[in-house]
C-alpha cells in the first residue's frame, strides 16, 4: 500500500493549553471517550487529548489511509502489524498496542485486507 499522501501532510490540534501542529504520518491510532480524543503518536509516551469529535477527525484524515475499528477507535492502516481473533476480535499495531475491533467492523476489516 502506498502511504505517501501522509508524507509532508499536518493537522492543527487545539487543546485548553495550545495548539498543535501534527504530522499526520506519526498518528499510530486514535481512541475517543465522549468529545476527548487520546491521539497516540510515534515517538510519544503518552497521548496527545484534544476536545474533539472522533467523527471529524476521521473526516480530515479519511484520505490518508485510516480506518475505523470501532465505535470509538481509529487506526492508522500504516503501523497495522496484524489482526487476530483469541476469543475477540483484535488488532496489534506496529508500536505492541492490541485494539479491540467491533464486531460490525471486523468483516470490513477482514475485506480490506
Not at 487529548?49 to 489511509?65: D, G, Q, T
Not at 505492541?96 to 467492523?105: F, N, Q, Y
Request: glycine residues 2%; contains cysteine.
Amino acid at each position: 500500500m502506498d502511504y505517501t499522501s501522509q508524507k509532508g501532510k499536518t493537522i492543527i490540534l487545539k487543546s485548553a493549553r495550545r495548539v498543535r501542529q501534527i504530522s499526520i504520518e506519526d498518528i499510530i491510532y486514535i481512541t475517543c471517550d465522549s468529545y476527548l480524543l487520546s491521539i497516540y503518536l510515534l515517538q510519544q509516551k503518552e497521548p496527545e487529548i484534544v476536545s474533539k469529535p472522533l467523527k471529524e477527525i476521521e473526516r480530515e484524515l479519511a484520505n490518508f489511509h485510516f480506518l475505523r475499528i470501532s465505535r470509538n477507535r481509529l487506526i492508522n492502516l500504516k503501523y497495522f502489524k496484524s489482526y487476530h481473533i483469541n476469543g475477540a476480535r483484535r488488532i496489534t499495531m506496529f508500536n505492541g498496542d492490541t485494539l479491540p475491533v467491533s464486531r460490525r467492523k471486523w468483516s470490513e476489516i477482514k475485506n480490506y485486507f
